[in-house]
């Protein structure tokens, strides 16, 4: 009798570049049998990790999460000194080795022959020593952990690296300062958490060229509006009338049939349908909001949508709570404020403000999955597994839908 293949969780983490562009995905795996590290010996903690890399390349197609950008992926020792090809071409993947893993003759040929292959190395978490030159020399990427040292060890430290033809990237980025002081030392990518978790500022005024973005916003949301209400508030808007009719006869909806008037829609898919897409073409439109920071909200807002049931509220309801969460980081106000305009649930409003209720307690599961804290999520009432399935689908959809927002 054969045995199932692991259940592979997957999530990423976007690496920027100086432009706060995304250079890259870090692919973050672990497989169900494997989530438990602490009861499994090194050995097979490491063919864990390699046989699932091998099953999300081959059964989900990776595509599916990285879309057009290159990922990241960490390689065992066991993975590198296997015989088996790797599951990804030389242009879409950049392999990451961990600078605790064992050097020895074996592995540093190994990783030769993958280089001579075309591949791209990077050393993860990297000090450098003179054990280690050896791999420094195959690398075009080092990444530092910038988090728990101190500014003359930073600056020592990238001083030593830059006599090596490499680029540099700093990791676990937590703060702004951090961010401007990398970029000064001649970092050229970044990652961390600094870059999804950015400061808000309290009480700031709505500006001007948003003010009817909010307004379209706040109308769509107020449960009493009528039928017609919304119909004329979509016209009267011909780039917003365009984007949803574009929107709705794409891919990333799937509609059996093509949809000519926003008359039509709203006989289709219902108000509600309706309002929501509309919302987030006018989130979507909004200036200054790095690309990234909108597709986080496409892919939360439907990873929320596909899990909502399980917490007992709507799709809808769900969707709506995830495209909405990160509103605050976008428009530069507090989420309080914002809450004291819209016509939102009370279930919702809780949700957004203080997490609050199982509404709350959803939105905190997704987000602390997207952070790759898979450990931290304890309240939930899903398998690691399935929250998986709905992140990898979300994620597809997400690249789809961006696409013609």
Known sequence: MFSEPPKVIIGRQAIFDRDMNVFAYELLFRSDSSANVASFTADQADMATSRVINHAFMEIG???????????????????????PLPFTQEKIVLEVLEDIELDDSLLSAVQNLVKQGYTLALDDFVLNEHLKPLVQLAKIIKVDVLNVSEPELRAHVNELKLFPVRLLA?????????????????????????????????????????????????????????????????????????????????????????????????????????????????????????????????????????????????????????????????????????????????????????????????????????????????????LSQMSDAYVEATDWAIQAKSVL
């Open 171 to 383: 990791e676990k980025i937590e703060t702004r300062e951090m961010f401007t002081l990398c970029k000064e030392l001649g970092f050229e990518l970044f990652q961390g958490y600094y870059f999804s978790r950015p400061n808000i500022i309290e009480d700031k005024p709505v500006p001007g060229d948003h003010k009817k973005l909010f307004q379209i916003i706040e109308k769509l949301q107020d449960q009493d509006v009528e039928f017609r209400e919304v119909e004329a508030l979509i016209i009267q808007d011909v780039t917003l009338s365009y984007k949803l009719l574009r929107l709705l006869n794409s891919a990333a909806m799937g509609l059996r049939r093509k949809v000519e008037s926003i008359q039509q829609a709203l006989v289709i898919l219902g108000l509600g349908a309706i309002r929501t897409w509309t919302t987030l073409i006018a989130m979507n439109a909004i200036e200054s909001v790095p690309p990234e920071l909108m597709m986080n909200a496409l892919i939360r807002a439907k990873m929320c949508e596909k899990l909502a049931s399980e917490y007992g509220f709507p799709e809808q309801t769900g969707f709506l709570t995830g495209m909405l969460s990160n509103l605050d980081v976008m428009m530069g106000i507090s989420m309080e404020n914002l809450m004291t305009s819209l016509p939102l649930s009370g279930e919702i409003k809780l949700a957004l403000t203080h997490g609050g209720g199982p509404l709350g307690s959803l939105l905190k599961a997704v987000a602390l999955y997207e952070q790759g804290e898979w450990d931290k999520i304890q309240d939930s009432h899903l398998a």
């Open 62 to 84: 990776i595509e599916r999460v990285l879309g057009e950008h290159i990922g990241f992926i960490n390689l065992t020792r066991t993975f590198l000194l296997s015989d088996d």
